[in-house]
């Protein structure tokens, strides 16, 4: 089960869908992949295919579910949404994110003084 | 651990429903290219150059079915198996290598030392037929085979 991408960025990514799919209520895998795009200036996908690469791994973790429905333009399309789990995971997640991030900025500090 | 657990058993099923995986994955493939392609014309592409940005954009498809596979199902067992098919087609196209195997393993298990004398002219004869085929095919010179 080794993941290809290093655990940093893909934990990155598996939290911005979350956190996308929570704010945002159910999307499809385009509308996931052009809004990861615009927030991360294409940093953290390859293409646009990739995102489905992340998801598969997210509903296999039952975080978010998946369902066939129409989209706006009526076209058909598959619908990803948040869990009650994953919104537990999320709530994790972004402590966990926001206690790094806050060492980071004290070590950061800490070495442009001296 | 539940997580860990969870999707292992995710990824037993995933590799079992295959085939309707691979497809249901086309089919959402193939829906995204056409949003994608519905909103660079809407933004003002022509056609055949959105269809083109479409595809640079999206990916190549056989790529993403593979790592999808990957990332889903059980890869290293996959890849057991895809070698395993090609062994026994490859043994199955030149049945003479793992004929001669089979008797030079029954030979051996009897283990009389008249026999070695068997199992070593089987050993040359094999030897020289693998050179000769390989020579044949032209993966080797003469001149390497006549200094092996």
């Known amino acids: 089960m080794k993941e290809d991408k290093s655990d940093i960025l893909q934990g990155t990514l598996d939290l911005m869908v979350l956190k996308t799919l929570d704010a945002m209520g159910a999307m499809h895998g385009y509308g996931i992949a052009r809004r990861i795009e615009q927030l991360s200036e294409k940093a953290l996908l390859v293409n646009q295919g990739t995102i489905y690469l992340c998801l598969v791994r997210l509903v296999q973790r039952k975080w978010i579910g998946a369902a066939w429905g129409t989209s706006d333009n009526n076209r058909r399309a598959k619908f990803y949404s948040i869990t009650r789990a994953g919104r537990k995971q999320l709530v994790a997640e972004a402590e966990n994110w926001d206690r790094i991030s806050g060492v980071i900025g004290r070590l950061l500090q800490l070495s442009s003084r001296s | ?148």
């Open chain 2, 1 to 148: 651990m539940n997580t860990k657990f969870r999707q292992y058993v995710a990824r037993v099923g995933a590799f079992v429903r295959r085939p309707a995986l691979d497809r249901d994955f086309s089919e959402e493939l193939d829906s995204h290219f056409t949003m994608l392609v519905e909103d660079l014309v809407a933004s003002g592409m022509p056609l055949e150059q959105a269809r083109q940005k479409a595809r640079l954009d999206l990916g190549a498809r056989a790529q993403l079915l593979k790592a999808h596979r990957a990332a889903r199902g059980l890869p290293t067992l996959e890849m057991l198996l895809r070698d395993l098919r090609r062994a026994v087609q490859i043994l199955r196209r030149h049945p003479v290598l793992p004929l001669i195997a089979g008797v030079m393993v029954c030979l051996s298990r009897h283990g009389r030392q008249h026999r070695v004398a068997a199992i070593i002219i089987l050993f040359v004869v094999m030897a020289v037929w693998c050179l000769a085929s390989q020579c044949a095919k032209g993966n080797l010179d003469r001149q390497s085979v006549v200094s092996a």
